[in-house]
Protein backbone atom coordinates (compact mmCIF):
# COMPACT_ATOMS: atom_id res chain seq x y z
CA UNK A 1 0.00 0.00 0.00
CA UNK A 2 1.75 3.13 -1.04
CA UNK A 3 1.80 5.89 1.48
CA UNK A 4 2.42 9.70 1.63
CA UNK A 5 2.94 12.14 4.11
CA UNK A 6 3.29 15.85 3.91
CA UNK A 7 4.51 17.84 6.15
CA UNK A 8 6.11 21.58 6.64
CA UNK A 9 3.70 23.81 5.53
CA UNK A 10 2.89 26.49 7.83
CA UNK A 11 2.66 30.77 7.44
CA UNK A 12 5.60 32.93 6.38
CA UNK A 13 5.78 36.10 4.38
CA UNK A 14 5.89 37.10 1.20
CA UNK A 15 9.51 36.49 0.18
CA UNK A 16 10.16 33.80 2.21
CA UNK A 17 10.90 30.37 1.54
CA UNK A 18 9.37 27.30 2.99
CA UNK A 19 10.58 23.84 2.69
CA UNK A 20 8.01 21.28 2.42
CA UNK A 21 8.84 16.78 3.09
CA UNK A 22 6.77 14.21 1.51
CA UNK A 23 7.65 11.06 3.42
CA UNK A 24 6.96 7.82 0.78
CA UNK A 25 6.25 4.44 1.66
CA UNK A 26 4.83 0.95 0.18
CA UNK A 27 6.70 1.22 -3.68
CA UNK A 28 9.93 0.32 -5.21
CA UNK A 29 12.37 3.59 -5.47
CA UNK A 30 11.97 4.33 -9.22
CA UNK A 31 9.29 2.84 -9.98
CA UNK A 32 6.69 5.72 -9.86
CA UNK A 33 6.96 9.61 -10.60
CA UNK A 34 5.95 11.89 -7.20
CA UNK A 35 4.80 14.99 -7.83
CA UNK A 36 3.55 18.11 -5.54
CA UNK A 37 0.24 19.42 -6.53
CA UNK A 38 -1.39 22.11 -4.86
CA UNK A 39 -4.96 23.19 -4.45
CA UNK A 40 -6.10 26.86 -3.13
CA UNK A 41 -9.79 27.40 -2.18
CA UNK A 42 -12.47 27.88 -5.22
CA UNK A 43 -9.34 26.24 -7.99
CA UNK A 44 -8.46 23.42 -9.63
CA UNK A 45 -5.97 21.35 -7.86
CA UNK A 46 -2.70 22.12 -9.97
CA UNK A 47 0.71 20.37 -10.84
CA UNK A 48 3.51 22.08 -9.24
CA UNK A 49 6.53 19.69 -9.64
CA UNK A 50 7.34 16.36 -9.90
CA UNK A 51 10.29 14.58 -9.86
CA UNK A 52 10.25 10.71 -12.48
CA UNK A 53 11.54 7.56 -12.18
CA UNK A 54 14.87 8.73 -13.58
CA UNK A 55 14.79 11.55 -11.13
CA UNK A 56 14.40 14.17 -13.84
CA UNK A 57 12.40 16.72 -12.68
CA UNK A 58 9.30 18.80 -14.17
CA UNK A 59 8.03 22.31 -13.09
CA UNK A 60 5.54 24.34 -13.90
CA UNK A 61 6.18 28.05 -15.00
CA UNK A 62 4.48 29.68 -12.16
CA UNK A 63 7.07 27.80 -10.15
CA UNK A 64 10.11 27.80 -12.37
CA UNK A 65 13.64 29.42 -10.51
CA UNK A 66 11.40 29.75 -7.47
CA UNK A 67 11.04 26.00 -6.35
CA UNK A 68 12.87 23.04 -6.59
CA UNK A 69 12.08 19.52 -6.37
CA UNK A 70 14.69 16.73 -4.90
CA UNK A 71 14.89 13.42 -3.36
CA UNK A 72 16.40 12.90 0.19
CA UNK A 73 18.83 10.19 0.04
CA UNK A 74 16.90 7.59 1.65
CA UNK A 75 15.01 7.98 -1.77
CA UNK A 76 12.00 7.75 0.27
CA UNK A 77 11.96 11.41 0.81
CA UNK A 78 10.76 13.90 -1.80
CA UNK A 79 11.24 17.83 -0.79
CA UNK A 80 9.55 20.86 -2.53
CA UNK A 81 12.12 24.09 -1.57
CA UNK A 82 10.03 27.19 -2.04
CA UNK A 83 11.73 30.47 -2.15
CA UNK A 84 10.76 33.36 -2.81
CA UNK A 85 7.13 32.72 -1.81
CA UNK A 86 4.29 35.23 -3.38
CA UNK A 87 0.95 35.66 -1.85
CA UNK A 88 -0.47 33.71 -5.31
CA UNK A 89 1.58 30.42 -3.88
CA UNK A 90 -1.03 30.14 -0.79
CA UNK A 91 -2.72 27.03 -0.97
CA UNK A 92 -3.10 22.93 0.17
CA UNK A 93 0.14 21.27 -0.76
CA UNK A 94 -0.29 17.79 -1.59
CA UNK A 95 2.13 14.90 -3.06
CA UNK A 96 1.21 12.13 -5.02
CA UNK A 97 2.67 8.77 -6.67
CA UNK A 98 1.80 6.90 -9.92
CA UNK A 99 3.40 4.88 -12.60
CA UNK A 100 2.46 7.61 -15.02
CA UNK A 101 5.05 9.94 -16.95
CA UNK A 102 5.59 12.78 -14.75
CA UNK A 103 5.40 15.30 -17.84
CA UNK A 104 1.66 13.96 -18.29
CA UNK A 105 0.98 13.28 -14.48
CA UNK A 106 1.31 17.10 -13.59
CA UNK A 107 -0.92 17.94 -16.02
CA UNK A 108 -4.04 15.87 -15.63
CA UNK A 109 -3.23 15.59 -11.47
CA UNK A 110 -6.93 13.03 -11.87
CA UNK A 111 -5.43 10.25 -13.27
CA UNK A 112 -2.72 10.08 -9.49
CA UNK A 113 -3.66 7.13 -7.77
CA UNK A 114 -2.18 7.98 -4.49
CA UNK A 115 -2.38 10.65 -2.66
CA UNK A 116 -1.40 12.17 0.90
CA UNK A 117 -3.23 14.54 3.54
CA UNK A 118 -2.02 17.82 2.21
CA UNK A 119 0.05 20.42 3.90
CA UNK A 120 -1.22 23.87 4.48
CA UNK A 121 1.21 26.89 2.82
CA UNK A 122 -0.11 30.37 3.54
CA UNK A 123 1.79 33.41 2.06
CA UNK A 124 0.85 36.72 3.90
CA UNK A 125 1.88 40.14 1.92
Known amino acids: QVQLVESGGESVQAGGSLRLSCATSGYTYNSYCIGWFRQAPGSEREGVAA???????IYVDAVKGRFTISRGNDKTTVFLQMDNLRPEDTAMYYCAADAYACQHAIQNPRILGYWGQGTQVTVTS
Open 51 to 57: IDKDDST
